[in-house]
């Protein structure tokens, strides 16, 4: 079984900052890609930044220059290091990577999630 583990979430107020946390574990041979998406009330679940295990980086146009996205030196790890938070930023942010799991193959797999809320 192939599990992620989010944390870092919280209240903050407008122009403060906060970092997420995730980690990767159970019978994973290789991760290609991590990353964090975000649903906010009544939206649809959005990309909001990933990475590769090559370390390409990609943003949404409305977190580019605030949020940064990086893996731990074990590269089952990923952090979303997110500054100068406005209230839309408020949101449940779901962890997921893409991953080959031995004896499984290829999946997705998505992290139980973890609310920001953002304060005026």
């Known amino acids: 079984q192939v599990q992620l583990v989010e944390s870092g979430g919280g209240l903050v107020q407008a122009g403060g900052s906060l970092t997420l946390s995730c980690a990767a574990s159970?019978?994973?041979?290789?991760?290609?890609?991590m990353g964090w998406h975000r649903q906010a009330p009544g939206k649809q679940r959005e990309l909001v930044a990933a990475i590769t295990s090559g370390g390409m980086r990609n943003y949404a146009d409305s977190v580019k220059g605030r949020f940064t996205i990086s893996s731990g030196d074990a590269k089952n790890t990923v952090y979303l290091q997110m500054n100068t938070l406005v209230p839309e930023d408020t949101a449940v942010y779901y962890c997921n990577a893409e991953v080959f799991a031995i004896s499984r193959g290829y999946l997705e797999v998505w992290g139980q999630g973890t609310l920001v809320t953002v304060s005026s």
């Open positions: 159970g019978r994973i041979s290789s991760i290609n890609t």
